[in-house]
């Protein structure tokens, strides 16, 4: 479908999973493009007003009667069904998670089938029938190290949670080009804090780019920065015990590590990965019980209705789903800053993070004791 201007709006788009089935996805925003075809990439996938039913036995896959990219779309081949285990459910948007084998994908309930929701819990088996399948997302997540532009896209521009340069600076750096010259004007009149660290303050935002630049001053990264723990604040508070699973090379350039992320396990056995751009956790940590602070970047924040406590962790980038409760709200000393932003501590379960709270997210009136859904990119901030 092309829109006044004849560029895509919407589209259709065959793709091929692992084990060689054809499913066609529905791709509303585009996030597929001409270049792609032939290509291997990570997509996300969500089944948009499904009709499922329980299994009474285990089964994992994807049923499909198309055979080939020139397949015509026709009633004649059949729903597209999947068969999958839950593995997570989203109560604030009703909506299953559930492991098909080959990946995980969302599944969102049509409204008549609503009222079963309740019904069903983690490690029910279930077949999703009629629904409308899309394509939420495209990343190429298994080639996430590297340096440069291409690094900053797919770690910082292009990622599930959403562009981070806007989340930090606002809405004049929506399109890659804004981010570019955001980068551009950084890299020119950026101040340098430590050896190959430089940083910028965005003028409007007052938020701050942190640049990462080789000694030949080749630019390897660029990504916006959080702050520190705000001070007053007991940090004993916001330690979160931990055991070190992994390190590994975020962006890499000739050799040098400059940032890396940092896989660990909670108390509870859920795993998620944190950015680490300052190197805080050594190699000789891993394997190690420890304690950690963190502090998220804010993709999305959201009031919560439903009094829940859990996180939800993207496997291969240092991106989380938050829902948890306010403990604390700091408000800066600087009235300037006070009229920008504000710092909240948020309680999710097994532990507490800091995020800061943008004028966009005055309008809900956050208070201690509220719940809240929150996404984004989680940083390490302290490490024991």
Known sequence: MLDDHGEVCEQTVFIELQDGTIIYLFDPDGSSRDEMVGTIKTVGVSAFCAHVEKLALPMKGVESKYHSPEDEISLEKGPILFFGEIVDIDKNHPTFYIDIGMGTIGVDLCHQERDSFPDYQIGDYIRVGISRKDLVGVWDLDDTEGSGWVHIVANHVNTPSGNQFYSAFGLDYVKREEVKDLIMTGAREGVEVQKNVYRYVEPTSGRTLRLLVADNGYLVTAHPETGGIPTGMLKENLTIPVRIVSVRPDAEYQGTVYTQVVRVEFADGTRTSVFDDDL?????????????????????????????????????????????????????????????????????????????????????????GDYVRIDGRVDLKGIE
């Open 280 to 368: 805080l956790c050594t190699p000789a940590m891993v394997g190690r019980d420890g304690k950690v602070m963190l502090r998220m970047l804010v993709d999305m924040l959201e009031k919560s209705k439903i009094v829940d406590r859990q996180i939800y962790a993207e496997p291969a980038l240092p991106l989380l789903e938050v829902n948890g409760r306010i403990d604390a709200i700091i408000v800066p000393d600087d009235p300037g800053d006070a009229e920008r932003r504000y710092d909240a501590v948020v309680d999710f379960g097994v532990g507490k993070v800091i995020i800061e709270i943008d004028k966009r997210y005055f309008r809900l009136q956050l208070k201690e």
